[in-house]
């Protein structure tokens, strides 16, 4: 009977032990896991990091393209009536100036038939 207590008693330390051994391996195993876990969240979290800030960066260079183009609409629209008035005045002197000389050309006109009447 003490034989079999000490046989039983020597086997159940060799089963904790190896129980024991099993443990601290898988225990290292699921560390090993999460760690490289950790790793591969770390490198997706700085991947997703790096296109938010190439896109932020994007926005960035077309909202100033949008603000350039919006100021140059609105001095277009602002020297659109300044052009506007311009030739509106060219217009009217050469209109003026066509006028000019078709009156002095119908002046030309009479004078000339007028001579010719005298002549007469």
């Known amino acids: 009977m003490k034989k079999f207590i000490l046989l039983v008693a020597v086997s159940g330390t060799f089963i904790m032990c190896k129980k024991g051994e099993a443990t601290a391996s898988d225990l290292e195993n699921t560390l090993q896991s999460a760690d490289s876990t950790v790793s591969a969240t770390s490198e997706k979290l700085n991947d997703i990091g790096d296109k938010a800030n190439a896109a932020l960066d994007s926005a960035n260079v077309k909202i100033k393209d949008f603000e350039n183009a919006k100021n140059e609409v609105k001095d277009k629209i602002e020297n659109t009536p300044k052009m506007v008035d311009s030739l509106s005045e060219k217009i009217s002197n050469v ?26």
Do not use: G, H, N, Q
């Not at 006028?99 to 007028?114: A, C, G, M, N, Y």
């Open 95 to 120: 209109a003026l100036e066509s006028k000019t000389e078709k009156k002095d050309s119908v002046k030309k006109i009479r004078k000339s038939w007028l001579m010719f009447r005298r002549r007469k």
